[in-house]
């Protein structure tokens, strides 16, 4: 007997699409049911051996015994944190490919003209790692003791207090434009191209104070080289508990830190940024991690990826508004 062409092309149908099936169950799910699968990258946009490196590599070791793989950290330093980006919002949506974001790459939204990601559409974050303290800080044998009375010189003598911080558009900066506008006070911002020209500026007395991160000056301050007048995260740093913050000096409006967190690409899968989540808290909140977090004054930070979201989110918003009100001249 011959076969039926309608029954055989309909039996062809049935097994084109049950291998289709296959195939699409292979490629979608499935994927996100094998990871790992390799080992993890983590992209830092910062160079090796500075407080966000660190705090990487540490959180990092950890990761990779729960997730069963090596994570390895490149390093791709400069341009505003662009090409580490770049590289992770081109890369395989399949978890293995993270950034390290910060709120540089928040402001980087707000400083550049144009950037080849969009940092909101095109990451999706997974959880924050830590937070750092931002201090204002003078000489030791500086006349000012506390905040208050830094402002109040700067408020009697308009335009002759001077501020120091690393380059035009970093996190100091903008801390510093910052205290400038929530103080109401005539002070100038100086500029310098690194931390340490910072501090031998203030040291020399070439400045009167200065906006830095706290790590990295803290053994001077420790040493008495340097004073601590305030810190500017929303409590009191755990390291110099006896330090005021901003807002206990006066200044109801300046309240900012640095943070990190942990991000991959945009589409990986719900289930990928699910497991990544867990297994980043795990290691954020272990006792040695945490540990060694604190001996770089860092404070370990994790948390859900829709926070991490909304905290990069919403650091976009208020650095671009801060740049667009003192003209930082976009890049």
Same mark, same amino acid.
């Given at each position: 007997?011959?076969?039926? !062409?309608?029954?055989? $092309?309909?039996?062809?149908?049935?097994?084109?699409?049950?291998?289709?099936?296959?195939?699409? @169950?292979?490629?979608?799910?499935?994927?996100?049911?094998?990871?790992?699968?390799?080992?993890? $990258?983590?992209?830092?946009?910062?160079?090796?051996?500075?407080?966000?490196?660190?705090?990487?590599?540490?959180?990092?070791?950890?990761?990779?015994?729960?997730?069963?793989?090596?994570?390895?950290?490149?390093?791709? !330093?400069?341009?505003? *944190?662009?090409?580490?980006?770049?590289?992770?919002? /081109?890369?395989?949506?399949? *978890?293995?490919?993270?950034?390290?974001?910060?709120?540089?790459?928040?402001?980087?939204?707000?400083?550049?003209?144009?950037?080849?990601?969009?940092?909101?559409?095109?990451?999706?974050?997974?959880?924050?790692?830590?937070?750092?303290?931002?201090?204002?800080?003078?000489?030791?044998?500086?006349?000012?003791?506390?905040?208050?009375?830094?402002?109040?010189?700067? /408020?009697?003598?308009?335009?002759?207090?001077?501020?120091?911080?690393?380059?035009?558009?970093?996190?100091?900066?903008?801390?510093?434009?910052?205290?400038?506008?929530?103080?109401?006070?005539?002070?100038?911002?100086?500029?310098?191209?690194?931390?340490?020209?910072?501090?031998?500026?203030?040291?020399?007395?070439?400045?009167?104070?200065?906006?830095?991160?706290?790590?990295?000056?803290?053994?001077?301050?420790?040493?008495?080289?340097?004073?601590?007048?305030? %810190?500017?995260?929303?409590?009191?740093?755990?390291?110099?508990?006896?330090?005021?913050?901003?807002?206990?000096?006066?200044?109801?409006? @300046?309240?900012?830190?640095?943070?990190?967190?942990?991000?991959?690409?945009?589409?990986?899968?719900?289930?990928?940024?699910?497991?990544?989540?867990?297994?980043?808290?795990?290691?954020?909140?272990?006792?040695?991690?945490?540990?060694?977090?604190?001996?770089?004054?860092?404070?370990?930070?994790?948390?859900?990826?829709?926070?991490?979201?909304?905290?990069?989110?919403?650091?976009?918003?208020?650095?671009?508004?801060?740049?667009?009100? %003192?003209?930082? !001249?976009?890049?």
């Amino acid at each position: 007997m011959a076969p039926n !062409p309608t029954s055989t $092309r309909s039996l062809c149908g049935v097994v084109v699409g049950v291998l289709a099936l296959g195939l699409c @169950l292979s490629c979608g799910p499935g994927q996100a049911q094998t990871f790992p699968a390799k080992p993890v $990258r983590i992209v830092v946009p910062f160079g090796a051996g500075g407080v966000a490196d660190l705090t990487a590599r540490t959180v990092a070791q950890k990761l990779s015994e729960s997730l069963g793989q090596p994570v390895v950290i490149e390093n791709r !330093p400069g341009a505003g *944190g662009v090409a580490a980006g770049d590289a992770v919002a /081109k890369a395989e949506p399949d *978890g293995h490919t993270l950034l390290l974001m910060s709120n540089g790459t928040a402001v980087s939204a707000g400083l550049f003209k144009s950037l080849p990601f969009d940092t909101l559409r095109d990451f999706a974050p997974v959880s924050t790692l830590a937070s750092f303290d931002i201090a204002i800080i003078a000489a030791a044998e500086s006349r000012f003791r506390t905040l208050a009375e830094l402002l109040a010189f700067a /408020k009697a003598n308009p335009g002759k207090l001077n501020i120091g911080s690393i380059n035009i558009g970093s996190t100091q900066n903008l801390v510093a434009e910052l205290l400038k506008s929530s103080s109401g006070a005539d002070l100038q911002i100086v500029p310098f191209n690194g931390t340490p020209a910072v501090v031998t500026a203030l040291r020399g007395g070439q400045i009167d104070a200065a906006v830095e991160i706290l790590g990295p000056v803290l053994g001077q301050v420790q040493g008495k080289a340097l004073r601590v007048l305030a %810190v500017t995260g929303a409590r009191r740093s755990p390291t110099l508990p006896d330090v005021p913050t901003a807002v206990e000096s006066g200044l109801q409006g @300046l309240v900012a830190a640095s943070w990190n967190a942990l991000a991959a690409p945009a589409r990986t899968p719900r289930s990928v940024i699910a497991r990544l989540n867990q297994d980043i808290a795990a290691a954020v909140n272990h006792p040695d991690v945490k540990k060694k977090l604190h001996e770089l004054h860092v404070e370990a930070q994790s948390g859900t990826p829709e926070q991490a979201s909304e905290l990069l989110a919403s650091e976009i918003r208020r650095w671009g508004e801060v740049i667009q009100r %003192v003209k930082i !001249p976009t890049q």
